[in-house]
């Protein structure tokens, strides 16, 4: 069974930068949509950024400007570039990718376990 795993997260200070990425232990075919969430505590989960098929991008209002999200149909990573980080993005962050785990299979989606962003004022 294909999974996606997160890496890169961690502690950093107020206006700092991280980069996350995330990898899939497998090829995942048919990829229209590669993406991060994020969870804060007692809140939703939210979409951050996402690339869909033919690489249009789209970001959440809160981080145009300061998040740049990257990714690669053929290595099957996303990369999510975060800088001018402020206390708010707090939260853990999810790696997130559709498509077929073969090619008949259905489209699914696929989901990372998550890595910890905490960011200090």
């Known amino acids: 069974q294909v999974q996606l795993v997160e890496s890169g997260g961690g502690l950093v200070q107020a206006g700092g930068s991280l980069r996350l990425s995330c990898v899939a232990s497998?090829?995942?075919?048919?990829?229209?949509?590669m993406a991060w969430y994020r969870q804060a505590p007692g809140k939703q989960r939210e979409l951050v950024a996402a690339i869909i098929s033919g690489g249009t991008t789209n970001y959440v209002d809160s981080v145009k400007g300061r998040f740049t999200i990257s990714g690669s149909n053929a290595k099957n990573t996303v990369d999510l570039q975060m800088s001018t980080l402020i206390p708010e993005d707090t939260a853990v962050y999810y790696c997130?990718?559709?498509?077929?785990?073969?090619?008949?299979?259905?489209?699914?989606?696929?989901w990372g376990r998550g890595t910890q962003v905490t960011v200090s004022s």
């Open positions: 497998g090829r995942i075919f048919d990829i229209n949509t």
């Open positions: 997130y990718v559709r498509g077929r785990s073969t090619p008949t299979l259905p489209i699914r989606d696929f």
